[in-house]
């Protein structure tokens, strides 16, 4: 039933109205938003958020691509938008998408047969909106070559970690922690609660000084400045991007570590030429790296650890994961994701993740649950993002600014809402006679 003021009271369907009708036929549900034109008609239920089509060329790349990357395209650039509290849009549109699921399990995916097709072109040619392809946004990934090949995955990194440090010194805390933090309590800040985060892992991997330690995907290096600082080890960390070696090792000078602290340009697999040697490393930290190796490619990164560890030693794994059983569900987390974050990102449901680091014989000694963790991390990043939108779209450009925006409030959801996880994995390598060295309680590391 139309509401009062609602534009499809009047004897003529206006734009928004007709766009409105058409949006929810083909997804297969009622959407909870108000929707209004570039021309100011407005349709749809009173009070609700406000998704605005500032410009035709939004219809253009929805009608070319329809779906979540025809929508995410029409928002980076700037031709929709939502007005108001971006994250409760969201949410609305994914507890309606869930409402709908439970009748029907396709809801909320484009039903695009035919007839639709042709529905939708007529009501393109009424609005003037039929034209060619639109060009995609800059920010947009463009990946070639085999996947998961070496020079693939280091133009992967490069996409998403080589955009800017100033950047992202910018949206981080002064560790530069890209990964969730541990927030002990809901009163603690971004850094507190990264700090509280660096201080477990080392705690978790037992770590003393002498000790040699592989921190994989080491990012701008807060975990391996931190062991190197705060416990005495001597650390190498891995990265495939020269932006985030280079930071790292300026830092390690500031800070009087260079012979404590070394970042190897090289894939996991060729660490034997940076000196890490086969049963030589007493401990390895992953931090949210496993899911850019891919599914096939995950045995070799397992068995790497293994082979690089000695007898007694432990390796601590930090790391998304998603349920992929849903029809439609994708392990890279959507075209969205996947297009312009993280392109051939690989998560996986928990238990395969142990599942795979025990088939390359290391011993599950500790799994902790952080998802709800993760949203109180993402809300740090999108305050220091929203207090600093000038310089960011200074440093990065406005579409790159508006992807991290959307990237930030949909990735916080996810977590919040259950549809990703992220997990702390603690495991060790036995010696041949079985013996792990580990203590008898996690009371050892959490006390």
């Given at each position: 039933?139309?509401?009062?003021?609602?534009?499809?009271?009047?004897?003529?369907?206006?734009?928004?109205?007709?766009?409105?009708?058409?949006?929810?036929?083909?997804?297969?549900?009622?959407?909870?938003?108000?929707?209004?034109?570039?021309?100011?008609?407005?349709?749809?239920?009173?009070?609700?958020?406000?998704?605005?089509?500032?410009?035709?060329?939004?219809?253009?790349?929805?009608?070319?691509?329809?779906?979540?990357?025809?929508?995410?395209?029409?928002?980076?650039?700037?031709?929709?938008?939502?007005?108001?509290?971006?994250?409760?849009?969201?949410?609305?549109?994914?507890?309606?998408?869930?409402?709908?699921?439970?009748?029907?399990?396709?809801?909320?995916?484009?039903?695009?047969?035919?007839?639709?097709?042709?529905?939708?072109?007529?009501?393109?040619?009424?609005?003037?909106?039929?034209?060619?392809?639109?060009?995609?946004?800059?920010?947009?990934?463009?990946?070639?070559?085999?996947?998961?090949?070496?020079?693939?995955?280091?133009?992967?990194?490069?996409?998403?970690?080589?955009?800017?440090?100033?950047?992202?010194?910018?949206?981080?805390?002064?560790?530069?922690?890209?990964?969730?933090?541990?927030?002990?309590?809901?009163?603690?800040?971004?850094?507190?609660?990264?700090?509280?985060?660096?201080?477990?892992?080392?705690?978790?991997?037992?770590?003393?000084?002498?000790?040699?330690?592989?921190?994989?995907?080491?990012?701008?290096?807060?975990?391996?400045?931190?062991?190197?600082?705060?416990?005495?080890?001597?650390?190498?960390?891995?990265?495939?991007?020269?932006?985030?070696?280079?930071?790292?090792?300026?830092?390690?000078?500031?800070?009087?570590?260079?012979?404590?602290?070394?970042?190897?340009?090289?894939?996991?697999?060729?660490?034997?030429?940076?000196?890490?040697?086969?049963?030589?490393?007493?401990?390895?930290?992953?931090?949210?790296?496993?899911?850019?190796?891919?599914?096939?490619?995950?045995?070799?990164?397992?068995?790497?650890?293994?082979?690089?560890?000695?007898?007694?030693?432990?390796?601590?794994?930090?790391?998304?994961?998603?349920?992929?059983?849903?029809?439609?569900?994708?392990?890279?987390?959507?075209?969205?994701?996947?297009?312009?974050?993280?392109?051939?990102?690989h998560m996986k449901p928990l238990a395969k993740t142990i599942g795979l680091i025990s088939g390359a014989g290391l011993e599950i000694r500790d799994v902790q649950a952080m998802r709800e963790h993760y949203p109180q991390t993402v809300a740090g990043w999108a305050e220091n993002l929203e207090n600093n939108w000038s310089t960011a779209v200074a440093l990065i450009g406005e579409e790159n600014a508006r992807v991290w925006r959307l990237y930030l409030v949909g990735g916080a959801l996810a977590?919040?809402?259950?549809?990703?996880?992220?997990?702390?994995?603690?495991?060790?390598?036995?010696?041949?006679?079985?013996?792990?060295?580990?203590?008898?309680?996690?009371?050892?590391?959490?006390?």
């Amino acid at each position: 039933m139309a509401q009062p003021g609602d534009s499809r009271n009047t004897c003529q369907v206006n734009k928004a109205a007709a766009l409105l009708d058409l949006a929810e036929e083909t997804l297969g549900l009622k959407l909870p938003i108000r929707l209004r034109a570039w021309d100011g008609s407005e349709a749809g239920t009173p009070g609700a958020p406000v998704v605005v089509i500032r410009n035709k060329r939004a219809l253009r790349h929805i009608i070319w691509k329809p779906g979540e990357l025809g929508v995410a395209r029409a928002y980076v650039q700037g031709y929709l938008d939502i007005e108001g509290d971006l994250g409760e849009g969201l949410r609305a549109m994914w507890a309606a998408v869930r409402d709908a699921r439970a009748a029907d399990g396709s809801a909320g995916r484009p039903r695009i047969g035919p007839k639709q097709a042709a529905k939708a072109a007529a009501l393109a040619v009424r609005l003037g909106a039929i034209g060619r392809r639109p060009p995609a946004p800059d920010a947009e990934s463009n990946l070639t070559g085999e996947l998961h090949s070496k020079e693939r995955d280091r133009a992967a990194i490069s996409h998403h970690y080589d955009l800017s440090n100033e950047f992202y010194e910018l949206i981080l805390d002064p560790n530069m922690a890209y990964s969730s933090g541990f927030h002990l309590t809901p009163e603690m800040t971004l850094e507190e609660a990264q700090t509280a985060k660096l201080e477990l892992i080392c705690r978790k991997l037992a770590l003393e000084p002498g000790m040699r330690m592989v921190d994989i995907g080491s990012g701008w290096g807060s975990l391996t400045l931190y062991a190197a600082e705060h416990y005495g080890v001597h650390v190498t960390g891995v990265t495939l991007s020269s932006e985030q070696r280079d930071y790292v090792m300026k830092k390690a000078a500031e800070r009087g570590l260079e012979d404590r602290v070394d970042v190897s340009l090289r894939h996991f697999r060729d660490l034997s030429h940076s000196g890490v040697d086969d049963n030589g490393i007493d401990a390895i930290a992953s931090i949210e790296m496993g899911e850019h190796v891919g599914d096939r490619e995950y045995v070799v990164f397992t068995e790497s650890i293994h082979r690089y560890l000695r007898p007694g030693g432990r390796v601590l794994i930090q790391q998304m994961s998603r349920s992929n059983d849903a029809v439609g569900d994708r392990p890279g987390g959507g075209p969205f994701i996947e297009t312009y974050i993280a392109p051939d990102m690989h998560m996986k449901p928990l238990a395969k993740t142990i599942g795979l680091i025990s088939g390359a014989g290391l011993e599950i000694r500790d799994v902790q649950a952080m998802r709800e963790h993760y949203p109180q991390t993402v809300a740090g990043w999108a305050e220091n993002l929203e207090n600093n939108w000038s310089t960011a779209v200074a440093l990065i450009g406005e579409e790159n600014a508006r992807v991290w925006r959307l990237y930030l409030v949909g990735g916080a959801l996810a977590f919040e809402e259950n549809r990703m996880g992220v997990d702390q994995i603690l495991a060790v390598k036995p010696s041949v006679d079985g013996v792990s060295g580990m203590p008898s309680s996690p009371l050892a590391w959490l006390g």
